[in-house]
């Protein structure tokens, strides 16, 4: 990168180039520049610096291979957020949408419909969502990328009062959810969904959920890989069986533990 | 910027052949062959996959551009096969008879003389230190560029294909494949403006030729080809 060629402006031979265009034969240029020639085979007999700088390359490479996780942890902890944001790091959240555009909706616009094998379908709006009892939890939050995201506040309902107020039906066994963004699916059976650490949140880190993590309300499946905690809820479906989900058609597991799926050994989130 | 000959409107078949000598634009003593149409080809369709990784990149890393573009699953099927798309291309115009003129260049970015080391201390500066084809600055950013593409491309295939990788493989894998593409990002943005600070060197690379005057000024101890061998350069 040091240079195209960087004595452009400094020409080693000013004596052609002050002649007239055309006016010097070839044979001077030649005598010329013939003054310093060494001919270009030389360079065959120089070292291979060029194979030296690849395989030290190589060589780094292979320490950042192993010294990469510590390294990076170490980097995300001792910069600024705005900072490390420019810079490849882990330690933030990262903006994944599977759609060309970012889902918004207001809250007053927000509908959640829970339907499929129930007694009551329902029809939830946000303030009916806030009024009901507040889950409050805090966890990691990492993803299937690698990324991790510590201590990540979050605050909602927790999906079985849903279920519970919707009333399942016997042989409801799964549930399927959609975005609206009108593409993203996923999936939980009825006794994830169950868990205490699963709920639909409407609050994160002290305030609203902003649209790019998922707002106005997403699922928060806090013991799995984010990819299960779908961002614009808006729709609960009881079915009878498990339906993957958008990724989960697309190779990741099902079932999303963390530390226990994906051949990934993260520490376990909740 | 103004383009004496460009390579707008030729056929494939026309950049594969040495660049005729008529009808270039030269002061005096006539052109010569810098680059080949394989060598060219080359260059323009890694250039064209290096833009396309770094906007898929972009699409995939950096929180606004990932809002405003979306669609993750095609935009990492498209980064990962332009990236894929690159050791193929340079292997592809590497081999064979076509590829010759890359691999004589290759050799020569290779080799290091003691004219690179005086070029290096001096940073260029030194008017009155020869140099071959390629000068010190150049050998060392395409020796990088190369290692750089061998340590993304293995990387990446890591973390495309990371089924049969144990996790610490799969992180220190996106770690080497984040900082070497930032760092790879700074030297292709200097290669670019140092290229636009010499526009003859750059039309080169788009047509093929370069005055003999340039080379007796930047590339003294390049043995030019002579008017009636095209083959070697």
Redesign the interface.
């Known amino acids: 990168?040091?240079?195209?060629?960087?004595?452009?402006k400094?020409?080693?031979?000013e004596v052609?180039?002050l002649?007239p265009?055309?006016?010097?034969p070839?044979e001077t240029?030649q005598t010329?520049?013939e003054e310093?020639?060494?001919?270009?085979?030389?360079?065959?007999?120089?070292?291979?610096?060029?194979?030296r700088?690849?395989l030290?390359?190589?060589g780094l490479?292979a320490l950042?291979?192993?010294?990469?996780?510590r390294?990076?942890d170490a980097f995300a902890s001792s910069v600024s957020s705005d900072f490390a944001?420019l810079?490849?790091s882990g330690g933030r959240?990262?903006?994944?949408?599977?759609?060309?555009?970012?889902p918004e909706r207001s809250k007053d616009a927000y509908r959640l419909t829970v339907t499929g094998m129930v007694e009551r379908p329902l029809e939830l709006n946000y303030e009916a969502l806030t009024k009901m009892a507040p889950t409050s939890i805090t966890a990691d939050f990492q993803c299937v990328?690698?990324w991790r995201v510590p201590d990540v506040p979050w605050v909602g309902v927790r999906l079985a009062d849903i279920l519970d107020a919707a009333g399942v039906q016997p042989g409801g066994a799964a549930l399927r959810f959609t975005s609206f963004d009108g593409v993203y699916t996923e999936s939980l059976t009825m006794e994830q969904a169950r868990r205490k650490d699963v709920i639909v949140a409407y609050s994160m880190e002290g305030g609203d959920i902003s649209s790019?993590h998922g707002g106005p309300v997403r699922l928060y499946v806090a013991p799995m890989y984010g990819y299960k905690s779908i961002k614009w809820l808006d729709g609960i479906e009881v079915t009878a069986a498990v339906e993957p989900g958008y990724w989960e058609l697309?190779g990741y597991d099902v079932d999303a533990w963390v530390g226990g799926s994906n051949?990934?050994?993260?520490a376990p989130t909740a | 910027m103004t383009w004496t000959r460009g390579s707008a409107g030729r056929t494939v078949g026309a950049m594969l052949r040495p660049p005729d000598e008529a009808g270039t634009p030269t002061t005096f003593g006539g052109s010569v062959v810098r680059f080949h149409g394989a060598e060219r080809m080359l260059h323009w369709g890694i250039a064209a996959l290096f833009g396309i990784c770094m906007l898929t990149a972009a699409a995939l890393y950096f929180d606004p551009f990932a809002a405003l573009v979306g669609r993750r699953a095609t935009v990492k099927t498209l980064h990962v096969y332009a990236g894929l798309a690159i050791p193929a291309v340079l292997v592809g115009m590497g081999i064979g008879r076509w590829g010759r003129p890359f691999r004589a260049d290759a050799g020569r970015l290779n080799r290091w003389t003691k004219h690179d080391s005086r070029w290096l201390r001096r940073l260029g500066r030194d008017p009155f230190v020869p140099q071959g084809k390629f000068n010190a600055g150049q050998k060392l950013n395409a020796s990088f560029t190369a290692g750089a593409i061998v340590l993304i491309v293995a990387t990446g295939v890591v973390m495309r294909w990371f089924d049969p990788f144990p996790l610490w493989v799969r992180t220190g894998s996106t770690f080497v494949h984040d900082w070497t593409a930032f760092a790879l990002l700074f030297t292709i943005a200097g290669h670019i403006s140092y290229a636009f600070r010499d526009p003859d060197a750059l039309r080169s690379m788009v047509n093929g030729t370069i005055s003999r005057e340039w080379a007796a000024r930047h590339a003294s101890l390049w043995r030019l080809p002579s008017e009636d061998d095209n083959s070697r350069t």
């Open positions: 990168m040091l240079s195209e060629c960087s004595n452009v400094r020409p080693v031979i052609p180039s002649q265009a055309g006016s010097v070839w240029m010329v520049a310093q020639v060494v001919p270009d085979e030389v360079e065959a007999a120089g070292t291979q610096v060029g194979r700088v690849i030290s390359m190589l490479g950042g291979l192993l010294a990469g996780p390294l990076q944001s810079l490849p959240f990262r903006i994944y949408t599977v759609v060309g555009f970012l990328t690698g790019p697309r051949r990934r050994s993260d």
